[in-house]
Nanobody, 117 residues
Framework: QVQLVESGGGLVQAGGSLRLSCAASGSIGSITAMGWYRQAPGKQRELVVIINRSGMTTYADSVKGRFTISRDNAKNTVYLQMNSLKPEDTAVYYC???????????WGQGTQVTVSS
């Protein structure tokens, strides 16, 4: 099992910045990739960015150039730096870990990000 704890959400004005954190614990060695997804009201959950064990990243087109994922392996933590935030970035952001252990996908509890215009 993998446990994920997120922090760092909040309310920010358009153009502002926030940094989200996701600390992983449990079967760390089973993790093959970590990432962030988001879900806005009335919409499906969507990929924001993922990073695999090799450090390769995949970003959604909507956040390229504005968001940056990073990790601290010593702390088993990934970060999402979000700059130039837009109202359409408003959503609940979920940390995800892909694992070799069932159920193969683990989720954090979610953290609300609200961007006011």
């Amino acid at each position: 099992q993998v446990q994920l704890v997120e922090s760092g959400g909040g309310l920010v004005q358009a153009g502002g910045s926030l940094r989200l954190s996701c600390a992983a614990s449990g079967s760390i060695g089973s993790i093959t990739a970590m990432g962030w997804y988001r879900q806005a009201p009335g919409k499906q959950r969507e990929l924001v960015v993922i990073i695999n064990r090799s450090g390769m990243t995949t970003y959604a087109d909507s956040v390229k150039g504005r968001f940056t994922i990073s990790r601290d392996n010593a702390k088993n933590t990934v970060y999402l730096q979000m700059n130039s935030l837009k109202p359409e970035d408003t959503a609940v952001y979920y940390c995800n870990a892909a694992s070799r252990l069932a159920p193969y996908n683990f989720w954090g509890q979610g953290t609300q990000v609200t961007v006011s215009s």
